[in-house]
């Protein structure tokens, strides 16, 4: 986990996505509770309504819901439907970029193939 | 109307022929933090020296809880400003200053004082005269979060505070700010520090408003553009740029709009790199027109 915040990007959604990891990663595993949003604001030194801003948007797609009174909690079935979210978006960050750097180098399909396994022994 | 905080209209002041703050018009909400940004002599001071009734506008409407400020004590005593240049009387101590906070401010929460005291390592006894730079700041920083009051407004609260006081204040103000929400001002030129915390950005420049946004609206709307000259003027022709540094054959090139698809391929067509620019960034770059066109116009 970073505890770096980045200034060129809405920080609503480094908190929403630093939840999705946990939760990837199982240190959020369903069923638990999710750190309140004063608890995220003074560990990250964010505002609190940021904070609220990045659960909530979590909220809204059923990752992460509300036990009124008492927290957020993390969805059954969150982590599924995370890990596919993540797989989409694996292909387009890093296969369609590799891809293209590929051709610009000339690597063939063969060649790319092979160095996948290679770096897949290691 | 909205029960905002603090409602400005067209708030203008001249000092004779110079206009420090020119038509002006803002509000801040209840129980938010704002960031008052903008270069030294941008016109952040005066306009909160108005807010905090210690000047009069030469024109324009200016309410503070629904109410003009000026000689309304029920208006000022839910106003608390720390500036660097506070003053006490000569004899002061530490703890006189703090008695009189509690006095002047109605949530006032002695404990919480008392513990910042310790926080801050500050000498109770010691008259404010005999301070250093530093403790002086704490004292104000001090007076600043226990007053707890609706609409806190400090202004570079922390000249001669090392690293690490700085961290504690921020820390401090975020904790209590949780649990006591309230409207704080802060205004600074260390926007690397505090940007994190602020929820809205209002930036001045030359006496007038130049951005009135939410912070995390902020973040990612502009991006830098570098590679040969060439390319990049092509680039941005029709563009919003707000920076222009060249090197030797070279161009990098600011951009105060979010980077479209169709964008990013004319930029790997054109074989032009490009990176987010941060929020501190923009800022700096948008209040720096003046070095700006000075270095545009090398050959």
Redesign the interface.
């Known amino acids: 986990m970073t505890l770096i915040?980045?200034?060129?990007?809405?920080?609503?959604v480094q908190i929403a996505e630093r939840i999705e990891d946990d939760i990837i990663q199982g240190r959020l595993p369903e069923e638990t509770q999710v750190p309140s949003?004063?608890e995220f604001?003074?560990f990250?030194?964010?505002?609190?309504?940021?904070a609220a801003?990045g659960v909530n948007l979590l909220v809204d797609e059923g990752i992460l819901y509300k036990k009124r009174g008492i927290g957020m909690f993390v969805a059954t079935g969150a982590r599924a439907v995370l890990v596919e979210k993540r797989k989409e978006q694996f292909f387009e960050q890093y296969v369609v970029t590799m891809l293209r750097e590929a051709e610009k180098l000339g690597i063939s399909a063969d060649q790319l193939s092979d160095m996948i396994r290679r770096g897949d022994a290691k | 109307m909205m029960n905002n905080v603090v409602e400005v209209k067209n708030l203008t002041k001249s000092y004779g022929k110079v206009t420090a703050v020119n038509n002006v018009t803002f509000s801040l909400e209840p129980n938010k933090i704002y960031g008052l940004l903008g270069r030294n002599g941008a016109g952040k001071t005066t306009i909160m020296h108005m807010i905090t009734a210690q000047l009069f506008a030469t024109s324009g409407e200016l309410k503070v809880f629904g109410e003009a400020p000026y000689e309304n004590e029920r208006v000022l005593s839910q106003v608390c400003f720390i500036k660097e240049s506070l003053k006490y009387p000569d004899n002061y101590m530490v703890k006189d200053v703090l008695e009189l906070s509690a006095s002047l401010f109605p949530n006032w929460d002695k404990e919480y004082a008392n513990a910042l005291v310790q926080d801050f390592q500050l000498p109770l006894k010691r008259r404010m005269k005999k301070l250093s730079r530093g403790m002086h700041s704490s004292v104000g920083i001090i007076v600043g979060l226990a007053s707890r009051a609706p609409l806190t407004i400090f202004d570079e609260p922390y000249l001669g505070l090392d690293a690490v006081a700085r961290a504690m204040f921020y820390d401090r103000l975020i904790e209590d700010y949780s649990e006591y929400p309230r409207t704080i001002v802060l205004s600074t030129h260390l926007i690397d520090e505090v940007s994190r915390m602020l929820e809205h950005i209002i930036v001045i420049d030359g006496g007038k408003i130049l951005i009135n946004e939410d912070a995390d609206e902020l973040r990612g709307a502009a991006y830098s553009v570098a590679g040969t000259a060439n390319a990049v003027e092509s680039f941005i022709a029709g563009k919003k740029v707000i920076s222009r540094e060249p090197f030797g054959g070279l161009l990098t090139a600011g951009v105060f709009e979010r980077l479209t698809e169709t964008d990013r391929k004319r930029l790997e067509s054109l074989g032009l790199q490009t990176a987010a620019i941060s929020l501190q960034q923009l800022i700096v770059q948008l209040t720096n027109k003046k070095l700006e066109t000075k270095g545009g116009s090398r050959p």
Do not use: C, H, L, V
């Not at chain 1, 915040?5 to 609503?12: K, L, Q, T, Y």
């Not at chain 1, 990250?44 to 940021?50: C, F, K, L, M, V």
């Open positions: 915040i980045d200034d060129s990007r809405p920080i609503f949003k004063n604001a003074s990250y030194q964010i505002n609190p309504a940021t801003k």
